[in-house]
């Protein structure tokens, strides 16, 4: 009988998490955050992306998204505070504040998208 | 006269001293000698009261692991002449409580070992007159690269992992481990994943990949245990949906 | 000698068991490209909050996504979105190159070799970072 933990499910959202964020935010970045800023490309209008926002299935992508990236940075930040600070006897502190802090944003990204 | 190469060894008498000191000593730079030769040397010739480790020289045995400028290495796989002009600091392994000198202690390994029980599990043995298990090369080869090890402990060296929490189980257990899930012959794998699963098993590993690079065998032990963070993720959710009766 | 899940450390105080410094990943090159993969974590969640950000701005209107857009010209939000890129990138690099020792595909009986696993999630990033550029783009 094997021990219940907590591990293996943690570690497959950590690595959806890290596919997802992987794929996705890299172009996200590029456009919202390097190229449009800087006047590479000019940005599309407000109205277009509500439009493409409001979708359901935009919607219900981004919240998957966001969720799952930032379980993905929670599980890897978790390990870096173990191994960077030494301080793995706080672990159950840690792990509250970490998965805490995913939680609280993964429910912020689904209420900001459903009230879209 | 043969061109000498410096060698500054780490020296640790407990009876003697509490940190350890360095002492220096010039060793003959041939062409094909190894560290282990230059330390073989020191003690023949120079100070017996050096204390190492080693066996084969050939490296099969796992017996000469030390840290040779920084690196874990195996001292009779490493050719002098490319330290030269040096010098060379010879120092213990990474990672394990040194006892003296050169020599560390490897308890905490062997009892890790153990634990991952390192051989074919059957739940019924065939009987002798039914002849030998047979294996295909293709089943050979699921698990050769693991049955490699020759425990040498230099992943364990190079794992910061092992080195910040000794609890960790380390590379080569879960790499041994592997190496009799993935053989055809066994049927050990749900007995070998209680012990694997647990926090400091395999999921103690944040996949730094320092092991497989020192690997002087390319046992890829990282491979190993990222695998097998997969297949133990994956039988954690059939026991979630399918639970096993007690 | 007793099979126990706990560590026992046997009472040997005359060993040597040196210190780790907090600084250890400062020691070798590949620790430090360690940690930094690490740390990209952080770069990750702060990608996260800026899509929120972004998303929140539309949902106010074209004022309120002006305005944004003229924040995120600001010099410490766009050197904080240029290191993000950057140290995303690393992350989604790095993950792809590791992928294929998790993710051991057998054709048959012989096994796929790793550089297909890269190789397709390196198309994948491909596809759907032109699809993203596309969808964003194209109004």
């Known amino acids: 009988m094997i021990k219940r933990s907590a591990e293996p499910l943690l570690w497959m959202v950590f690595s959806a998490g890290g596919v997802v964020a992987a794929l996705v935010l890299p172009m996200l970045l590029l456009l919202f955050g390097v190229a449009f800023p800087l006047g590479w490309l000019t940005p599309p209008s407000a109205t277009h992306l509500a439009s493409v926002i409001g979708h359901p299935m935009t919607r219900l992508a981004l919240v998957i998204v966001c969720t799952v990236s930032l379980f993905h940075a929670a599980h890897r930040f978790r390990y870096t505070l173990y191994d960077g600070l030494q301080i793995k006897h706080l672990n159950e502190v840690i792990a509250l504040l970490c998965y805490g802090s995913a939680i609280v944003g993964s429910v912020a990204s689904a209420y900001l998208l459903a009230m879209f | 006269m043969t061109k000498q190469i410096k060698l500054q060894v780490a020296r640790y008498r407990p009876e003697q001293e509490s940190e350890p000191v360095f002492d220096e000593y010039e060793v003959p730079c041939h062409s094909d000698w190894v560290v282990l030769d230059g330390l ?29 400028n920084g690196e874990p290495k195996l001292t009779c796989a490493t050719f002098l002449a490319d330290y030269a002009p040096g010098p060379v600091r010879v120092e213990p392994l990474r990672n394990f409580p040194v006892i003296r000198d050169l020599v560390v202690d490897l308890g905490d390994f062997m009892q890790k070992l153990v634990r991952v029980k390192p051989w074919i599990v059957r739940s019924v043995e065939k009987p002798l007159a039914s002849g030998e298990y047979l294996q295909s090369p293709e089943e050979l080869d699921e698990y050769k690269q693991f049955s490699m090890c020759i425990n040498c402990m230099l992943c364990y060296a190079a794992c910061p992992i092992y080195g910040l929490d000794p609890k960790f189980i380390g590379p080569a257990a879960i790499a041994l481990a592997q190496r009799y899930n993935l053989d055809s012959r066994d049927e050990g794998a749900p007995e070998r994943l209680e012990i694997l699963s647990e ?31 997969l297949t133990a993720a994956l039988e954690s959710v059939k026991a979630f949906f399918l639970p096993r009766g007690a | 000698m ?29 620790y430090f490209a360690f940690i930094l ?14 899509l929120l950000l972004i998303i929140s701005a539309v949902g106010q209107g074209p ?46 009986h012989t096994r796929l070799p790793g550089f297909w696993i890269s190789a397709s999630n390196y198309a994948a990033w491909v596809v759907v970072s032109a699809i993203v550029a596309w969808i964003v783009l194209r109004g």
């Open chain 2, 40 to 68: 073989n040397h020191v003690k023949d010739r120079l100070d017996g009261t050096l204390s190492y480790r080693w066996s084969c020289r050939m490296g099969i045995c796992g017996s000469c692991g030390m840290t040779v």
């Open chain 2, 199 to 229: 926090h400091e098993g395999i999921w103690g590993c944040t996949f730094v990949g320092e092991c497989t690079k020192v690997c002087p065998k390319n046992v890829n032990p990282a491979g190993a245990i990222q695998r097998y963070k």
């Open chain 3, 2 to 30: 007793t099979q126990s899940a706990g560590h026992y450390t046997a009472y040997h105080p005359r060993w040597l068991r040196p210190h780790i410094s907090t600084y250890w990943w400062l020691r070798r090159r590949s």
């Open chain 3, 37 to 50: 993969r690490e740390i990209s974590s952080v770069f990750v969640a702060w990608s996260v909050v800026y």
């Open chain 3, 63 to 108: 004022a309120a996504y002006q305005g944004l857009l003229e924040w995120s010209r600001q010099p410490w939000v766009l050197v904080l979105n240029l290191s993000s890129l950057l140290l995303v990138g690393f992350h989604a690099v790095t993950w792809f190159n590791l992928a294929p020792q998790a993710l051991v595909v057998h054709l048959g």
